[in-house]
C-alpha cells in the first residue's frame, strides 16, 4: 500500500485552468498505475482518469475528455490531473489513487490506495 496527499485544489471561475498533484510515500508507487477519481456531495465516487504504470496509457472519463489531461513523473513520484477549461460542474473532492496493477482501469475496485483528497470548486 503506498500513502497518497493530493494538492492544488482551489476556488476559481469557470473557464480557468488548475493543475492537482499527487505525492506518493516510496517508489513502488512506479509499478502500478494511478488514477483520479471525484465526489460530489451525496454521491459515490466518480471515473475521471488514469494512467498506466509506464505513463503510456490513459483513459478518462467523457465529462472531461479534451479538457483534462492526467500524467506522471515517476521520479518524483508523483501523478497530477491538469484541468483546463472547467465548469460548475467539475466541482467536487478529486481523489488520487494507486493501482492493484500497472494497468490503466476505470474501476474503483481496480485501485487499492487513496488520499484523503482536495477540494476544486468552480465559480460561474
Known amino acids: 500500500q503506498v500513502t497518497l496527499v493530493e494538492s492544488g485544489g482551489g476556488l476559481l471561475q469557470a473557464g480557468g485552468s488548475l493543475r492537482l498533484s499527487c505525492a506518493a510515500s516510496?517508489?513502488?508507487?512506479?509499478?502500478?498505475?494511478s488514477g483520479w477519481f471525484r465526489q460530489f456531495p451525496g454521491k459515490e465516487r466518480e471515473f475521471v482518469a488514469s494512467?498506466?504504470?509506464?505513463?503510456?496509457?490513459?483513459n478518462y472519463a467523457d465529462s472531461v475528455k479534451g479538457r483534462f489531461v492526467i500524467s506522471r513523473d515517476n521520479a518524483k513520484n508523483t501523478v497530477y490531473l491538469q484541468m483546463s477549461s472547467l465548469k460548475p460542474e467539475d466541482t467536487a473532492v478529486y481523489f488520487c489513487?494507486?493501482?492493484?496493477?500497472?494497468?490503466?482501469?476505470?474501476?474503483?475496485?481496480?485501485?487499492?490506495?487513496w488520499g484523503q483528497g482536495t477540494q476544486v470548486t468552480v465559480s460561474s
Open positions: 494512467i498506466s504504470a509506464s505513463g503510456f496509457f490513459t
Open positions: 489513487a494507486s493501482g492493484r496493477t500497472a494497468i490503466a482501469t476505470m474501476r474503483s475496485a481496480d485501485f487499492d490506495s
Open positions: 516510496d517508489r513502488t508507487f512506479e509499478n502500478y498505475s
